[in-house]
């Protein structure tokens, strides 16, 4: 698997978040990339894949749940 697209979720626009949620490593929220979010990733700032997608995190209540229950907004 190519490394140059590994990113951090906190810089990846298929983050979710809260919507009052500040960006950091430990911020959680939900990964609501096409092909993962049927797994409903609950997972922080400081994590990352090579789905990654420079942009900014979306926003929805309930993103932080566990298990996750916002509706991916993207
Ligand atoms: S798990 Fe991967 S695709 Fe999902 S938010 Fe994190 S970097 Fe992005």
Known sequence: MSKENWGLCKECKWWQIEPAATI???????????KLQKFSI????????????????????GSSEKP???KPTR
């Open 24 to 34: 950091e490593d430990q911020t959680v929220g939900e990964c609501i990339d096409d």
């Open 42 to 61: 609950r997972i922080t700032g400081n994590g990352g894949c090579s789905r990654f997608h420079e942009g900014k995190p979306a926003r929805a209540s």
């Open 68 to 70: 996750p229950t916002a």
